[in-house]
DNA sequence: CAATGCATTCAATAGGTATTGAACGCATTG
DNA sequence: CAATGCGTTCAATACCTATTGAATGCATTG
């Protein structure tokens, strides 16, 4: 029988997975969101039945992405990380990186299209500029969230 | 040497590859933009060097979501694939009915969290609520990029 | 009604990458 | 200074799924 916990942790890497990420770092994620404190790469591979290596590479991707923190506290050696507060904003913000970055490599790339090519060449300018201007709304968006916090009450629909 | 065009599709097959989804189908995706019409599963398969098979699979995948659409000019029994005029907002779309189910299915889920374990309770359920909010978003933006079109001239920053 | 042209389906393969175990380096400790 | 405990790195593996070729079915055609 698996413990609602597990079935959250089991969702978080799915969903990750999903996105193109990778399955335990969607897992890691969820365990630190459900325990809320820090947690040491060594209770990861426990609670997780997860390998040494693995816990240490995603969880350090997660802190490069921002979306866990990693935390040292005084007393122990062990490498510890955290949820971070805003975990799902910073998710949006590495969506919003990803989308700006497509959309300056379109860029870079219509620049070459031939000067008689119109048709093609605005469609796929235009498509770049959505790109970017998506990225930042999402980064909007974001701050947005960040603001309510991730374990703030009731929600108002925005507006 | 490579033409922009095909530097727009490799560019669009590694970017939908990039969130999770099959190589093939950007660059259909990116194929159908460049070229601007409608064009035949026959038509992709020589453009980019690719079976019958997936451009079958991935073209319909594609109208499934929304992003493109399937096109039965009179006169020709071949199926035809065009780009969908608001491509981008179809697939900021697909985004937020991604976001509104791992939202709900996360809110299942944390139903069946005892009722003693507020702490990780109510991170769980601040992580779904944020999930179905972004959803709302994400459609909302949509909408507002359809408005524009994807090939409107300049943009102006929001609000 | 045989033959062609088309899209689809399905089992098999290819290809890529997430994951692992083992080796390594570094610090700490007794 | 040997031994332990930790995180990282790296080559090898396991795993998954995108992709394909072949088979199927359906409509059209002569």
Redesign the interface.
Known sequence: MTT??D??IE?MGL?M?????PRIAGQILGYL????EARTLNQMTEALKISKASASTNARMLADRGTVQRVSPVGTRQDAYK?EFD???QM?RAMAR?FRA?GE??DQ??A???DDDT??R???A??A???R??A??FE??AAR?SQT????PS?E??E
């Open positions: 609602p916990r079935q959250f969702q969903m997975q999903a996105e193109g990420q969101i459900v325990e809320g949820a975990a799902m904003p949006l990803r497509n490599r379109i790339i219509v070459d299209f031939p048709g093609a605005d469609r796929v235009g498509f500029r959505t790109y201007d998506s930042d709304f909007e968006w969230v916090g991730c374990d703030g929600n629909k925005n």
